[in-house]
């Protein structure tokens, strides 16, 4: 802090104090943009009952936002028994005063001839039909499934009417074979992996699927990943998305391409939750290695053949934590958070990770930090929606109960404002 002089004057018999700074205050790059971010976040997940909020993805139509989530009432804890998906409705202009909450889905639950089973459902995401329709996605199992985010479902929720319809399973068609549509199952993605990388392949991917990427329409079509992986002793070691696209708003897919995790060096081979952007040529997947030596990768598919797509490269540091891009359009362009290195915090928490913002040109060949945001009860998982020209952010974080390790007990909404983005003269 600068030293700072006090001087006093008369001023019509009173005395008052004026400071004159010695030197002048000198913040860290994008101190200011980082601070307002964080300070005008507001809790919009059921922080009154909720011991776990995470994964969170955000639709707003009409001024009224829409966050859907997996989190428990009974642990802290990731993917445990009790697991929910759940959706946040409130008023942008005055969130945590004006949410409440619908339960989208939860093992038990029983409609249009399906009864979830397991303990959980896992994986949320949401995808806006218009101003009249949200399509809720998510992972879970029927009772005689192998695993517990076996197959995907989803759910419509009509806005006029604050109602949900019955479950509904998501369907595929795989392997190039467009008459022959299957339930879009952890089976079924192994089976197109065999086809895209040979006989055998899909075997090795045997721990569950996972709605875990955002959808984007371009082209009159619909687009997302599916994802599935492979675990050894409760760590991830094997992991990929493959892309795919619907005609019907998502309610049944084909599968196209992926980019082949077994090219990566590493012991770790994992092309995890991306988001995707797109130009005239290619479609491109950004993707978290959840390696800090490989970082955030980059995998692209010609339009004209998006069965294949090439070698990632790494494009970004640390890539541990879910990806998440927003295009601004001239002159800010495409922009990306990306969950940067820990630092350490002191008080009652042991270290925080902070998020970087990038900007990235429109040939992908330059990343450029315009800040690093830093919140005291972490930064994890953040999702941009663009609504009216301006991003919007969600994203977990441990406001109520901060934990040591994780900061994963709330959801909260932001804003990311263009003006962090401009130089003021």
Request: hydrophobic content about 35%; charged content about 20%.
């Amino acid at each position: 802090m600068p030293s700072v002089l006090f001087h006093r004057l008369p001023l019509l018999g009173a005395l008052v104090c004026t400071a004159f700074a010695t030197e002048p205050a000198k913040l860290p790059d994008g101190y200011v943009s980082s601070r307002s971010f964080v300070d005008q976040t507001q809790i919009v997940s059921n922080y009154q009952t909720e011991l776990y909020a995470h994964q969170s993805s955000l639709r707003i139509v009409k001024g009224l936002g829409y966050a859907v989530y997996q989190c428990n009432e009974s642990t802290t804890e990731e993917n445990k028994a009790g697991q929910i998906a759940r959706m946040a409705v409130f008023n942008i202009l005055n969130p945590t005063a004006t949410a409440k909450w619908i339960d989208i889905a939860k093992a038990g639950d029983s409609s249009g001839g399906i009864t979830l089973g397991g303990t959980s459902v896992s994986a949320p995401m949401i995808h806006a039909l218009g101003e009249d329709t949200l399509r809720i996605f998510f992972t879970g199992r029927l009772g005689d499934d192998p695993g517990p985010a076996y197959r995907a479902f989803y759910r419509d929720y009509d806005i006029a009417t604050a109602t949900l319809s019955e479950l509904h399973p998501l369907r595929c068609t795989i392997a190039r074979q467009p008459d022959k549509v299957l339930d879009l199952t952890q089976a079924a993605v192994q089976s197109h992996l065999d086809h895209l990388f040979g006989a055998g392949t899909g075997a090795s991917f045997a721990k569950g699927i996972s709605t875990a990427c955002d959808f984007v329409e371009f082209d009159a079509q619909l687009y997302s990943t599916i994802q599935i992986k492979n675990s050894q002793d409760g760590q991830t070691r094997l992991l990929t998305n493959i892309l795919m696209r619907s005609t019907d708003q998502g309610a049944t897919w084909e599968l196209l391409g992926a980019p082949d995790p077994r090219l990566l060096s590493n012991e770790v081979k994992i092309l995890a939750e991306p988001a995707i952007t797109q130009d005239k040529t290619h479609v491109y997947l950004h993707l978290r290695s959840n390696v800090i030596e490989t970082g955030y990768m980059l995998s692209k598919a010609a339009k004209t053949d998006l069965y294949h797509f090439d070698t990632p490269v790494t494009k970004w540091t640390y890539g541990i934590g879910r990806p998440t891009l927003c295009d601004f359009g001239p002159p800010i362009g495409l922009v990306a958070m990306f969950t940067a290195p820990s630092v350490h915090m002191g008080g009652n928490t042991v270290t925080r990770n902070k998020c970087d913002v990038v900007q990235i040109d429109s040939r992908y060949q330059t990343y450029t930090k315009a800040f690093s945001i830093i919140d005291y009860n972490a930064v994890n998982t953040p999702f941009m929606h663009l609504y009216r020209d301006e991003a919007y952010v969600t994203y977990s974080t441990g406001r109520r109960r901060l934990h040591p390790k994780f900061g994963t007990s709330e959801i909260v909404f932001s804003k990311l404002r263009r003006e962090y983005f401009v130089l003021a003269e």
